[in-house]
């Protein structure tokens, strides 16, 4: 029948692009991925075998393990920083207020998304800059000692989730305002008369109904922590010293600087497999502390 | 929500947030209208009383920005339009048509989002290389077009439109092509927006993938040469570095102010219900 021909016709015409490129540039590199991580290559001489050299290398190697630790350290701390901050100011704004405030506020804290992490990290850089950044200038205004932002260690960690949080946390803030406008204001009301007001009402009742939104945007915000790039290097380039350099940098730099494409395989999927580890593990934790309804 | 909540404490907060949250962007536009020479001098400017515009001219001189804009703005409509049509083609397929493997194909496709770029750079940057592509533009617009999200999301949205069209059309004899030019496409307009304006903000801000794919200052994007603008500034003239910025943000805040809701849309839709 020709309508069954004209079907058959449409489904591979219409599914060939996507299907195709998914092909070619994902399932390719993974299987490539996979392939590549027990070689060693630069690119220029042909590939040779290694078997589990690159990856024994990576547990001897000081800077792929402080990078692992780095993105870490900056995955707890930026993360909870998101999370928090996000669902704080997603209160604030689903309580009562005139329409057009919501919207405001709405607005504003979504607007740093909407904006390149390189060209945040440049403005930034400047206003952290320990002379004549606007930061330590509203410091030292205050009486409190200026802080060297980017040329300390610790302080070079602060600036890179700071940085990170400001122009990340209107996602979570998105879906918390989501998750929360979902919540039936007769649950206030029928709580606030068995006493639940305030902390406790938020405790107790907005945030395990609330829960299953938390999941989603802790899993969400992990993973892309996890692959934190553009910002430690356009800030510090990883410095001072490894202090900021995080495990997607190791991987650019072992590939593009140091011609060692096998060994950036391998790093690439200890990260992959460690985001599947770390996201399954938020699943089972879901099971204890998420509500549905 | 919680009525009791001391509306000072509330608007304080929410106040000190909302110039966290602007004010280094409402700086960085300010400084950008002082004169270079002043543009560290502290006090910083915060209300400019006498805008300087040269650092805006001082850009276009310094690197060749009618390029790096025209380089952004090829990647990120061709890819964005790329996007838009075969995610809405594929996404109908698998939303709408019948076939054995369909959900298992889908599943495959739904698998791949998972996978970080990082992952797969390496790969697609030799693949790029076979093809002969290294150092172009397509390098960048290739790899981008096929979207595995993108067609999630039009799977979705062409789930939720009735199937009493299709079927209606079908009694009266239309084929498959009529069906979905005349009646489906027209109506997934608006979902197409969504992935269009989500694969714009993504790829006008894009860094990564520039950086590795290009190699000489010609062909590099946006955001990509003014990360080399500031490295070859150091910490002279701020004002110039930061007038490029501004240039930057504004196709970006443009789509922002009309596309909000898309954007909105598109970012929550995978994560709700």
């Given amino acids: 029948m020709t309508a069954d021909r004209d079907s058959a016709l449409l489904r591979w015409l219409f599914l060939a692009p996507t299907m195709l490129g998914i092909g070619v540039f994902v399932v390719l590199p993974i299987v490539g991925s996979l392939a590549l991580a027990f070689f060693r290559w630069d690119i220029i001489t042909s590939p040779q075998f290694v078997g589990l050299e690159n990856f024994a290398d990576l547990a001897t190697d000081r800077t792929v393990g402080i990078s692992f630790l780095n993105t870490a350290v900056f995955v707890v701390v930026a993360v909870a920083a998101q999370l928090v901050i996000a669902m704080l100011l997603a209160v604030l704004v689903s309580s009562r207020m005139p329409p057009w405030m919501r919207v405001f506020f709405r607005s504003t804290f979504f607007f740093p998304l909407v904006l390149s992490a390189a060209s945040v990290s440049i403005l930034m850089k400047y206003l952290f800059n320990e002379s004549y950044g606007v930061i330590n200038w509203l410091l030292s205004l205050m009486g409190i000692p200026t802080v060297p932002w980017l040329t ?8 890179v989730i700071a940085v990170y949080v400001w122009q990340n946390f209107g996602f979570s803030f998105l879906l918390f305002i989501g998750g929360l406008s979902s919540i039936p204001t007769e649950i206030y009301e029928a709580g606030s008369i068995d006493g639940a007001t305030g902390w406790r009402q938020f405790r107790h009742l907005t945030l395990p109904l609330v829960s299953p939104t938390v999941l989603v945007a802790s ?5 892309s922590a996890l692959q934190v790039f553009d910002q430690p290097y356009v800030l510090t380039r990883g410095g001072p010293g490894d202090s900021t350099r995080t495990v997607v940098m190791v991987i650019y730099e072992s590939a593009f600087r140091e011609l060692e494409f096998g060994r950036a395989s391998a790093i690439g999927l ?9 996201t399954a593990a938020q699943f089972r934790l879901a099971r204890r502390f998420v509500f549905y309804q | 929500m919680t009525r009791r909540l001391p509306a000072l404490a509330k608007y304080s907060a929410l106040f000190v947030a909302a110039v966290l949250t602007l004010g280094p962007v409402w700086w960085t536009f300010t400084t950008s209208l002082r004169p270079a020479a002043e543009s560290f001098s502290l006090p910083p400017s915060f209300f400019p009383t006498s805008p300087d515009f040269s650092s805006y001219a001082a850009v276009f001189e310094q690197i060749a920005v009618p390029l790096l804009v025209l380089n952004s703005a090829l990647v990120t409509g061709v890819v964005a339009i790329g996007q838009m049509l075969t995610a809405a083609m594929a996404g109908y397929v698998f939303a709408r048509m019948e076939f054995r493997g369909k959900n298992a194909l889908f599943a495959i496709v739904l698998s791949t989002m998972m ?4 992952v797969t750079i390496v790969p697609v940057f030799m693949i790029i290389r076979g093809m002969g592509l290294s150092d172009t533009l397509l390098a960048l617009i290739l790899p981008a077009i096929p979207t595995a999200f ?8 062409f789930l939720g439109l009735p199937l009493e069209l299709g079927e209606a059309a079908a009694l009266d004899g239309a084929s498959p092509w009529r069906t979905f030019f005349s009646i489906y496409a027209p109506l997934a307009l608006s979902g197409m927006a969504i992935v269009g304006v989500l694969a714009f903000n993504y790829h006008w801000n894009e860094f990564f993938r520039p950086l590795i794919f290009m190699i000489s200052e010609q062909n590099y994007t946006l955001p990509l040469g003014l990360v080399t603008l500031q490295g070859n500034l150091g910490t002279g003239s701020i004002s110039v570095v930061l007038a490029g910025v501004i240039l930057s943000m504004v196709p970006a805040v443009v789509v922002f102010l009309f596309g909000q809701r898309y954007l909105r849309e598109g970012l929550t839709a995978g994560s709700s219900k």
Avoid: C, K
């Avoid at chain 1, 300390?152 to 600036?159: D, E, H, L, T």
């Avoid at chain 1, 899993?219 to 993973?223: D, H, L, S, W, Y």
């Avoid at chain 2, 996978?115 to 990082?118: E, G, K």
């Fill in chain 2, 115 to 118: 996978v970080p770029v990082q």
């Fill in chain 1, 152 to 159: 300390s260690p610790q302080w070079a960690m602060v600036v």
């Fill in chain 1, 270 to 278: 200890v990260l992959m497999v460690l985001i599947m580890l770390v």
């Fill in chain 1, 219 to 223: 899993v969400m915000a992990i993973i």
């Fill in chain 2, 150 to 157: 993108g067609t999630f999301l039009m799977r979705q949205y």
